[in-house]
């Protein structure tokens, strides 16, 4: 069984400034990861996602995240955050071979960004 | 490419009434299809998920019900609605061999 732990409900910060949203988990296999980021009453959007390889992810938005296997912690990270970053944002594991990939999901971390 | 249409949008209820909300994807074949439930402040929660027609399987037992007559098409339903259905009802797929899913717009329910 899988577990995830999204460390902080709500990440205040000011425009311009960085921000790291941190994810760890738990899992007795190998894992995919994800980060999924939510507007206000729209659907999930795949921000980036690590399969294997290097463990930098970049993804969509200037965002990036970096699997640390020996930490079991995949942070997702942005160098300078807009207003429009805004939302909420979820991390996800899947186990590798799963049939069915079912993912589970964070309880999500609020990213508010203050002019 | 790929396209995942949710209806209704928004959909207000009274208590009792029945529930179908209906979710289509284009643009592949055979996925893997899936419905969540986003209660207000919270996370998700996997409601059910169908690999192929007519397969389903429930993670949490309650008074919906899921049903795939085609390949592309997933639907959600109830008989009679509780309060405690109101959400935010998300549809997702999954391509074969593809380990992400993509998610739909949502539809919001609000049981009365």
């Known amino acids: 069984a899988q577990s995830v732990t999204q460390l902080d409900s709500q990440v205040p910060v000011f425009e311009e400034a960085p921000v790291e949203l941190r994810c760890n988990y738990s899992?007795?296999?190998?894992?995919?990861l994800f980060w999924y980021v939510q507007y206000p009453n729209q659907g999930l959007q795949l921000l980036l996602k690590y399969l294997s390889g290097s463990t930098l992810v970049k993804g969509i938005n200037g965002f990036e995240a970096e699997f640390n296997k020996s930490q079991t912690s995949f942070h997702l990270r942005k160098p300078s955050v807009h207003i429009s970053d805004t939302a909420e944002y979820f991390c996800a594991v899947s186990d590798q071979g799963g049939g069915s990939y079912i993912p589970t999901f964070g309880r999500g971390t609020s990213l508010i960004v203050h002019p | 490419s790929q396209t995942i249409h949710q209806w209704p949008a928004t959909l207000v209820q009274p208590v009792g009434s029945p529930l179908s909300l209906e979710c289509t994807v284009e643009g592949t074949s055979n996925p893997n299809l899936y419905w969540y439930r986003q209660a207000a402040g919270r996370g998700l929660q996997l409601l059910f998920y169908s690999v192929g027609i007519g397969q389903i399987s429930s993670e949490v037992p309650q008074n919906l019900s899921a049903s795939r007559p085609q390949d592309r098409q997933f639907i959600l339903s109830s008989k009679k609605l509780l309060l405690s259905d109101s959400g935010f009802y998300l549809c997702?797929?999954?391509?074969?061999?593809?380990?992400?899913?993509?998610f739909g717009p949502g539809t919001r329910l609000t049981v009365t």
């Open positions: 997702a797929w999954r391509g074969q061999g593809f380990s992400e899913q993509y």
């Open positions: 899992s007795s296999v190998s894992v995919y």
